[in-house]
Structures are given as structure tokens and as C-alpha cells.
């Protein structure tokens, strides 16, 4: 597609529900990121994929938080066992270049309640 | 860790004004800055960058000026139009495979 396609737009979850966000890149696009973005706060790194390899992950708050890139194209955030503190937006991006973050496309995010 | 710092939080101007915004960053290593502009019920746009070895560049109403020195860096938008309303966000970066660090955004809101 043209840009960074995110689903859903949004949600909202019970505490203690699990939860998946999905992300789809531009296509052909090399490299793919997760952030967070609290209200009124700039985005917080939470993984990088390069194609399927997750080559980093240091910014996952807790083990309840899992990311996936199986065929290196499409990306799923899941969170288990919510918490009030998971909620905030949850953004994509991708980049073409290896050298990241040059060029780097954001999708229009998921924001996530839990109630 | 790298630490950035962006201010104001909020920012109102009139249409035809100048705005500026500014970002502090803590790394001296960092030397890549992009700019990014996140409109509601969008993703966020990739409006002008600039690298260490560049004290100043411009892109039409848009410019970004760079301190390595002070490690500060500052977007200026001059003849601001009502579309240019959005939050702002500055980052820093050392390039290469660094994951950038952004601030925590300036929302830009401009009066007809």
C-alpha cells in the first residue's frame, strides 16, 4: 500500500484481556518498528525487526508484551493480561534503508484503552 | 542514554507568524535530527532532517537550524498557514542502527 496500515484503529480492552495490534508496512520495506506513545509524550522504542529477525527488543516494557514478523512483511504486537498502564498509542513504522532511521514512514497508530 | 528535551509543549500563533520550536539533546555522539509532523487521525510525517555536518537547512517555509556545540536544534516555520496545525516532534539519533530518541512533542495550533 501507499503508507503504514495499522488495526484497529482502535481499542479497548478489559484489564487483564489479551490484545493484538497488527501492523502492515509500506511494501518492500526492509525494517519495521513498534513504539508507544502515552498521552502528551513522545514515541517510546519498544522493538525493531529487520525482515523476520528481531534484532532488538529492549524497549518492551514487561514479558507480558511479544512481537512478531514471521515473513518479514506484516507485524503483530500482542500484550497479555493487560494493564491500565498498557494504555496509550501504539505506532508503526518502517523503513526502507538499513540505516534506519533515515526515511522512516509512520502508520497512523492504535490507541489502546484498558478499562 | 540519549536525552531529549523539546519545548514549548504548546504553541499558538497567528496565521502569516513565525514559529519556532527547540530541542536539546544530551549525546554528543547523536548526529542525525529529523523532524516529524503527526496530524490527528494520521501517521507521522518525516518533514525536514539534518545531519551533524550541517549547521543549517531549508526546505521551502521550513527550516531547521543545528548547535552541536549548545546540542541544540531548533525547527523554524515561517508563514504559518492554519495546515500547518499538528504536533511536532524532534528525535536524535546516531545514525546507522541507533534507534532514535524523540521528545515529547510540541502541539503547533495555528488561528486563521
Known amino acids: 500500500g501507499a503508507g503504514v496500515s495499522q488495526s484497529p484503529r482502535y481499542k479497548v480492552a478489559k484489564r487483564g484481556q489479551d490484545v493484538a495490534l497488527r501492523c502492515d508496512p509500506i511494501?518492500?520495506?526492509?525494517?519495521l518498528f513498534w513504539y508507544q506513545q502515552a498521552l502528551g509524550q513522545g514515541p517510546e522504542f519498544l522493538t525493531y525487526f529487520q525482515n523476520e529477525a528481531q534484532l532488538d527488543k529492549s524497549g518492551l516494557p514487561s514479558d507480558r508484551f511479544f512481537a512478531e514478523r514471521p515473513e518479514g512483511s506484516v507485524s503483530t504486537l500482542k500484550i497479555q493480561r493487560t494493564q491500565q498502564e498498557d494504555s496509550a498509542v501504539y505506532l508503526c513504522?518502517?523503513?526502507?534503508?538499513?540505516?534506519?532511521?533515515?526515511?522512516?514512514?509512520f502508520g497512523s497508530g492504535t490507541r489502546l484503552t484498558v478499562v | 542514554g540519549e536525552n531529549v528535551e523539546q519545548h514549548p509543549s504548546t504553541l499558538s500563533v497567528q496565521e502569516g507568524d513565525s514559529a519556532v520550536i527547540k530541542c536539546t539533546y544530551s549525546?554528543?555522539?547523536?548526529?542525525?535530527f529529523p523532524w516529524y509532523k503527526q496530524e490527528l487521525g494520521k501517521g507521522s510525517q518525516l518533514i525536514i532532517d539534518?545531519?551533524?555536518?550541517?549547521g543549517e537547512k531549508k526546505d521551502q517555509r521550513i527550516a531547521v537550524t543545528l548547535n552541536k556545540t549548545a546540542k541544540h536544534f531548533s525547527l523554524h516555520i515561517t508563514e504559518t498557514q492554519p495546515e500547518d496545525s499538528a504536533v511536532y516532534f524532534c528525535?536524535?539519533?546516531?545514525?546507522?542502527?541507533?534507534?532514535?530518541?524523540f521528545g515529547r512533542g510540541t502541539s503547533l495550533i495555528v488561528h486563521p
Open positions: 528525535a536524535a539519533s546516531k545514525g546507522g542502527s541507533y534507534i532514535p530518541t
Open positions: 549525546d554528543s555522539a547523536s548526529n542525525y
Open positions: 539534518i545531519r551533524s555536518n550541517v
Open positions: 513504522a518502517s523503513s526502507g534503508r538499513d540505516g534506519f532511521p533515515y526515511g522512516y514512514t
Open positions: 511494501s518492500g520495506h526492509v525494517s
